[in-house]
């Protein structure tokens, strides 16, 4: 299936996109996709912490994405 995907802040500037299209299979879940995208971008995969947000909520990692789901990417966010 088709999902696409967003990213945020620094994980732009590493993809050098605002947004793609991935095939991930059935009943991949928000782990599964945060796993695979670490496969395609290394310095996404180097970061320990990465924060995926499906349909603008930040749900469990064992949610399984759907077809039409909106999928984003973020570093962590620090400040003061």
């Known amino acids: 299936m088709k999902v696409k995907v967003r990213y945020y802040a620094s ?3 590493v993809t050098g996109k ?3 299209w ?3 299979p059935e009943g991949t ?3 599964g996709i945060r796993e695979h995208v670490r496969g395609l971008y290394e310095s996404i995969a ?5 924060l995926v947000a ?10 399984v994405i759907e077809e039409g789901d909106d999928v984003a ?3 962590p966010v620090s400040g003061g």
């Not at 180097?46 to 990465?50: L, M, S």
């Not at 499906?54 to 949610?63: C, E, H, I, K, Y």
């Open 46 to 50: 180097r970061r320990e912490q990465v």
């Open 18 to 20: 605002q947004e793609e």
């Open 22 to 24: 991935l095939d991930v």
């Open 73 to 75: 990417f973020f570093p």
């Open 54 to 63: 499906v349909n603008g909520a930040f749900p469990a990692l064992d949610r």
């Open 11 to 13: 994980f732009r500037d």
């Open 29 to 31: 879940t928000v782990q």
